[in-house]
């Protein structure tokens, strides 16, 4: 999870950028932000798909092989 002073940070310099423009430091600045805004958020979606379940309409569970190994590994949903 980013904290929220880093989310502010990207967001004023994101608004800064479009209002008067970024000097080179600024630039370096946004784009080491923005790859840790990345970083986290690929993290946490990782971590949401690696928990899912897939169910078809009839109660079965069909998930692919390849996210159930993976679930077995990390010890989820006891598979």
């Known amino acids: 999870m980013i904290s929220k002073e880093r989310i502010a940070r990207i967001n004023a310099l994101a608004k800064k950028s479009k209002n008067e423009g970024l000097t080179i430091t600024e630039q370096a600045?946004?784009?080491?932000?923005?790859?840790?805004?990345l970083a986290a958020f690929r993290g946490g979606m990782r971590n949401h798909i690696e928990g899912l379940k897939v169910v078809d309409e009839k109660g079965n569970d069909v998930t692919p092989?390849?996210?159930k190994k993976i679930?077995?590994?990390k010890g989820l949903h006891d598979r």
């Open 65 to 67: 092989e390849k996210l």
């Open 71 to 73: 679930q077995k590994e």
């Open 29 to 37: 600045e946004q784009k080491k932000l923005r790859e840790a805004y």
